[in-house]
């Protein structure tokens, strides 16, 4: 019976696993961008120049860098 349902079942679990690896892989590269120390340094320089531009106040520049410094060291969630 395990053949015949295997058979069965196979047009509909192949595309749920094909989405769950697609939202992993979307994750995985999330996570990578969001730790990469050039992305960061990038944030935080434009984060910077808005508040030097006057766009944002400085407690907006402080709330602005404790996330993305919480973004960068937030444990991953796997």
């Given at each position: 019976?395990?053949?015949l349902t295997t058979i069965v079942a196979w047009p509909l679990?192949?595309?749920v696993r094909g989405l769950i690896w697609l939202g992993e892989l979307f994750q995985d590269?999330?996570?990578m961008e969001?730790?990469?120390p050039a992305s960061v340094r990038r944030h935080l320089e434009e984060i910077e120049a808005a508040?030097?531009?006057g766009e944002i106040s400085?407690?907006?520049e402080n709330q602005a860098v404790?996330?993305?410094l919480e973004l960068m060291t937030a444990?991953?969630?796997r």
């Open positions: 019976m395990g053949l679990v192949v595309p590269q999330i996570e969001t730790r990469n508040r030097e531009a400085e407690e907006e404790e996330r993305v444990p991953t969630r």
